[in-house]
């Protein structure tokens, strides 16, 4: 199972990779803004910037919405550098512009998934990964892990090579239940991330140790 760091925050990046276990990062258009990285010139930087600080793939996310818009920006922020995987929203413009991009080399993540026949048409038009936003899908009232179910289903049914990358993670029962289900990839903020290794008996026990050689030594 791979972990993603869903955030554009410099400092996160570099704590999350620290701890040794970061496969790669997600960004998106909020997650730049809400660090105020704005104009083509900075966001471009910032994206050169977290594919320097770490080692795997960085989503970078278009924001043109027709399909050769997508295109060529997908083209644009590939070049930057090659550890960038083009994000492109799930619709049809985005599946056309997946299926050009990945005949071009490109790798693709096709992001804001909420059913398993967009995960289907997806992987059809060849993207890399696809995006299951399944917090906001329990934001709703519906199941978000359900939907990694059906998709880990469908494309083992299909031996499709598109990687599902669970995103919209809010907590650690999410990450958890993933990986009992086989979502290949989790993109998680860092909370959730290091929330993996709380327990309060490995507190309590740690204390007890160290109480204890204390005693020992006098
Ligand atoms: C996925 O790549 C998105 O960046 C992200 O996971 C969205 O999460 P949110 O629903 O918490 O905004």
Do not use: W
Not at 174 to 195: F, M, N, Q, R, Y
């Amino acid at each position: 199972m791979k972990f993603f760091i869903d955030t554009a925050n410099l400092s996160e990046i570099r704590e999350a990779d620290a701890l040794g276990v970061l496969d790669g990062v997600t960004t998106n258009p909020s997650l730049m803004a809400k660090e105020g990285i704005t104009g083509d010139a900075r966001v471009m930087e910032h994206y050169k910037a977290i594919c320097e600080m770490i080692d795997g793939p960085v989503s970078a996310e278009v924001i043109a919405t027709d399909y050769e818009g997508m295109v060529s920006e997908g083209r644009k922020l590939a070049g930057l550098h090659p550890q960038i995987v083009v994000k492109v929203p799930a619709t049809e413009n985005g599946i056309k512009a997946i299926k050009q991009l990945a005949k071009e080399g490109i790798k693709t993540n096709c992001t804001l998934i909420f059913s398993s026949g967009q995960a289907i048409m997806a992987a059809k038009a060849g993207a890399t990964y696809v995006s299951p936003f399944i917090g906001r899908i329990d934001d709703m009232n519906y199941d978000g892990i359900s939907l990694i179910d059906q998709m880990v289903g469908i494309y083992s049914n299909y031996g499709f090579q598109t990687q599902i990358l669970a995103a919209s993670i809010r907590n650690v029962k999410h990450i958890l239940e993933c990986a009992e289900i086989g979502a290949d990839v989790v993109t998680s903020p860092l909370k959730p991330l290091k929330g993996l290794l709380n327990h309060p008996l490995t507190t309590i026990g740690l204390e007890k140790f160290l109480a204890d050689h204390k005693k020992a030594q006098g």
